[in-house]
């Protein structure tokens, strides 16, 4: 990927109010407001399904309201945190979740029997049983799953969307096999099946009209007639995980035993994954490689970053993949770093080269390979689900509880800019950050995610979509 700075430009943030999710308490039972009229139970119980055991719900539809219970108090605090982060919709209508005054939900099971049917499905299906009640609920909304093939329709389809990606998502909830993505009336749609019928029905259940990032790429899901797909080539556009051997097809060569070894280890085929950093007032005393893999990490796991030698106004950042390249060049072209914006596009590089033994870059050359600062590393990360454009208002993770607003205040003032705006969330350890600009924002983040802060605590810095 290459980035390349010019003289000018201008900053832009998306600006979204946050609703303070944290004024009651922390309970395992939420309070869910401003539902769409006629959602279903199944909807609303979707929201918590991926936090853990959802063990009650209220629906109050004349107020548009639901009370939803988790089976503890950490998977609604889970819950909530992560929601706070990224604005939770349902039918494609932003939802308002906090914790209730209520330390428990008590329901009265004669006027709740639908609910509680559709609960005892849910539960069924989580604990990869199967559901055992004859109501008409169970029947309708979450009978046995008919096909382990799922039909996958992505709307509003602004940042690409690839095979890995969906790969990536769908694992949470079982084994994928086999993928076959097409174009069908001007839509991409991807037909995806799991090793088991109820796999694809608790990944339905959950991730049905969510975005995959952040305000586009919307799910549509819904169960195919087939219930068992035939893959003939790997490649971008179709995969049997099963079947590493098969041929690339349209001309290419089938897969060496390496790449087949490595598809066998890891789902992830590799496309461009080399970025190149361009501008002839760059100077390395402010950009190094440790501060671009930082920045870069915010959209992938930079493995290597190298500021060239011979031309030490360029450098190279290899990602670990080729969706997370698409990415960073998604979302970095077009801002600003030293008053200057970056271009950025892929480079003809495949790899970064380390240096040869023995010789002495000045340091200009680094692998991150093994790096623990990684934020993608660990399958299911939520890190997946928290990506969103550079902003002038930062997350802060990972606050110790004797840092006060004003030092992180004076901190973040020191990188270089204005902080406008504060707030504490999360009790004390998570906080929300203005800067000025998104310039300001991205230097900070540049210089203090990771930043020691005492007591066995390393801040963690990232953008967010919310503003104070």
Do not use: W
């Not at 998977?75 to 005054?101: E, G, W």
Request: glycine share 6%.
């Amino acid at each position: 990927m290459m980035l390349d700075f010019t003289a000018n430009g201008n900053d832009s943030s998306k600006k979204l109010r946050v609703e303070d999710r944290m004024e009651s308490p922390p309970s395992r039972v939420l309070h869910i407001r401003k539902l769409p009229s006629e959602v279903s139970e199944t909807e609303v119980i979707a929201l918590g399904l991926p936090f853990g055991k959802v063990t009650n719900i209220l629906m109050l539809k004349g107020k548009n309201q639901a009370f939803l219970e988790l089976g503890t108090e950490e998977a609604a605090v889970t819950m909530v945190n992560y929601y706070t982060a990224v604005t939770p919709q349902v039918r494609n209508v932003p939802v308002f979740i906090q914790f209730s005054n209520h330390k428990e939900l008590k329901t009265d099971s004669a006027l709740n029997q639908r609910a509680q049917a559709v609960l005892q499905a849910v539960s069924a299906v989580q604990e990869g049983g199967s559901p055992n009640s004859d109501t008409s609920a169970l029947d309708s909304v979450l009978a046995q799953a008919p096909s382990p093939v799922l039909r996958i329709i992505i709307d509003n389809m602004f940042y690409p969307v690839t095979l890995d990606v969906l790969q990536q998502i769908f694992s949470k909830f079982g084994t994928v096999m086999k993928i076959i993505t097409f174009t069908k009336n001007n839509q991409f749609q991807a037909l995806l099946q799991f090793s088991e019928p109820v796999n694809a029905q608790q990944a339905r259940l959950s991730l049905d009209g969510q975005n995959i990032y952040n305000s586009c790429c919307t799910l549509r899901i819904d169960f195919s007639k087939l219930v068992n797909l035939n893959v003939k080539y790997n490649n971008d556009k179709s995969r049997d995980y099963t079947r590493p051997e098969l041929p690339a097809g349209d001309g290419q060569p089938s897969l060496d035993p390496a790449m087949a070894a490595a598809l066998n280890k890891d789902s992830s085929l590799l496309g461009k994954t080399c970025l190149h950093l361009s501008n002839h007032l760059l100077s390395p005393s402010m950009v190094t490689p440790q501060s671009l893999f930082t920045l870069f990490g915010v959209y992938g796991d930079a493995q290597r970053v190298k500021i060239l030698y011979n031309k030490k106004d360029s450098a190279l950042i290899q990602m670990s993949d080729g969706n997370q390249a698409q990415l960073a060049m998604s979302h970095l072209n077009g801002q600003k770093m030293y008053g200057k914006i970056i271009r950025v596009t892929l480079s003809k590089h495949q790899t970064v080269q380390l240096p040869r033994e023995g010789l002495d870059d000045q340091g200009l050359t680094k692998d991150f390979t093994n790096s623990p600062l990684h934020r993608f590393k660990k399958p299911g990360s939520k890190n997946f689900q928290n990506i969103f454009p550079p902003s002038a208002t930062l997350h802060l993770s990972n606050v110790p509880e004797d840092v006060t607003e004003e030092d992180l205040r004076q901190l973040f003032s020191n990188a270089g800019g204005t902080v406008k705006a504060f707030k504490f969330f999360q009790g004390h350890k998570m906080a929300l950050l203005q800067m000025s600009t998104v310039e300001e924002a991205i230097q900070a983040l540049m210089d203090l995610h990771n930043y020691d802060m005492g007591s066995n605590h390393h801040l963690k810095v990232s953008f967010s979509k919310s503003t104070i």
